[in-house]
């Protein structure tokens, strides 16, 4: 069965099936799960989606948009709307300091970096507080869209101490492993997960919709002495990450 066959009304939209869009999204998600529109292949064109189901373009369209939200279907531009290849999710322990180099390498995935900020910069209210900066100090600030495998998986900002990290330009796939060469490797952290909604930037760096669901993951991370060594804010995609704490009872 082709797409047009599938989305021929008889049998799935009626009155009572609720709003047009969300029965039409219904239908489209449906052939997604079963195969009649496989990963990457194209949708037909909104007027002639709205032909075949005698929908209005309006409610064709709301109803992309709402599968486009949920990271099912991507818009490219001049091309059209594309079924996404599903992405497998990652489980990301969170008692282990690790680095996002590191984690792909685990899973034997080759990453890069889009550098978006590197340099040394005048430090923010928040950064001097959080890094426990004297006056006139100075930090290294690197700012970056980290990816595995080809695809974008996280956007990750990180601001150090200019005597922890003298030179941000040496740091070119590995935070971690320029601070162990300079005998500066965080032994400990404390981070702070929530879910928030991207920005139109952030959607378009990761990716995905503007307003799909993200993990926003702030951590300051500290020195065997307990001094703070880095303040990082980072951003990642919430279609590919599970985070996974191991808890035992207290004796």
């Known amino acids: 069965m082709n797409a047009a066959e599938f989305l021929r009304p008889e049998g799935w939209l009626g009155e009572a099936g609720g709003p ?3 029965q039409l999204r219904r239908r489209l998600q449906l052939g997604i799960e079963t195969g009649v529109l ?6 037909p ?7 075949i189901t005698d929908l209005s373009r309006v409610t064709v369209r709301k109803a992309i948009h709402e599968l486009v939200r949920e990271g099912l279907i991507e818009q490219r531009q001049g091309s059209g709307s594309f079924v996404r290849e599903p992405m497998e999710r990652m489980e990301q322990s969170l008692s282990h300091l690790t680095s996002f180099t590191e984690d792909m390498a685990n899973r034997r995935l080759d990453t ?4 978006l900020e590197r340099g040394i910069f005048l430090p923010t209210p928040d950064e001097v507080t ?4 004297r006056e006139g100090e100075q930090v290294a600030r690197i700012y970056r869209l980290r990816e595995a495998g080809g695809r974008p998986m996280a956007l990750e900002r990180a601001a150090l101490p200019l005597d922890i990290l003298p030179n941000p330009l040496e740091v070119t796939t590995s935070l971690y492993s320029v601070l162990e060469r300079l005998g500066h490797r965080p032994a400990s952290a404390i981070q702070k997960i929530s879910a928030i909604n991207s920005d139109a930037r952030e959607a378009a760096l990761l990716g995905i919709a503007e307003g799909a669901a993200i993990l926003s993951i702030e951590r300051k991370s500290f020195l065997k002495c307990g001094r703070v060594a880095e303040l990082t804010r980072s951003r990642y995609r919430g279609d590919a990450y599970d985070f996974v704490a191991e808890l035992r009872l207290r004796k």
């Open 20 to 22: 047009r869009y969300l």
């Open 130 to 133: 959080s890094l426990d900066l």
């Open 45 to 51: 064109p909104e007027r002639e989606i709205a032909e």
């Open 38 to 43: 496989p990963p990457n292949s194209s949708l």
């Open 112 to 115: 890069t970096s889009r550098w």
